[in-house]
């Protein structure tokens, strides 16, 4: 999950830089197990005006995937997405992260700088 933050730190580097965007961590209240508790932080991204983007990690107990973020503006986690780190070929080891609406979707979308809008 840190090397997750640190990517969408680096791809908003040029918006933090002039002031349009920060970013704060918080200490994780719930965790699953201990050692998550432990290493884990929560990533708000606070894009001006009161609106913050908040990035939760919730478990590594999740089947199918190996990790789970809740993504949701604050205030409103009741509309909150799903980032879930999957595993591309069961031989590999390599990961990525997708986007969920719910636990039904059947489309996933590729969490990465590609997706995040340019303006």
């Given at each position: 999950m840190?090397?997750?933050?640190?990517e969408i730190r680096n791809w908003f580097a040029?918006?933090?830089e002039e002031g349009y965007?920060?970013?704060?961590?918080?200490?994780?209240?719930?965790a699953e197990s201990e050692e998550i508790f432990l290493s884990t932080r929560?990533?708000?991204l606070n894009l001006g005006g009161g609106v913050s983007v908040v990035l939760e990690p919730t478990g590594t107990n999740v089947i199918g995937a190996f990790g789970k973020i809740d993504l949701y503006l604050r205030g409103h986690k009741d509309k909150k997405l799903f980032l879930l780190l999957i595993k591309e070929e069961e031989k590999d080891e390599r990961f990525h992260?997708?986007?969920w609406?719910?636990?039904k979707q059947q489309e996933q979308i590729l969490f990465n700088k590609k997706r995040?809008?340019?303006y």
């Open positions: 840190n090397r997750l933050y640190e040029e918006y933090s965007i920060s970013f704060e961590y918080r200490e994780l209240q719930y929560i990533l708000e992260w997708e986007v609406k719910n636990t995040h809008p340019s």
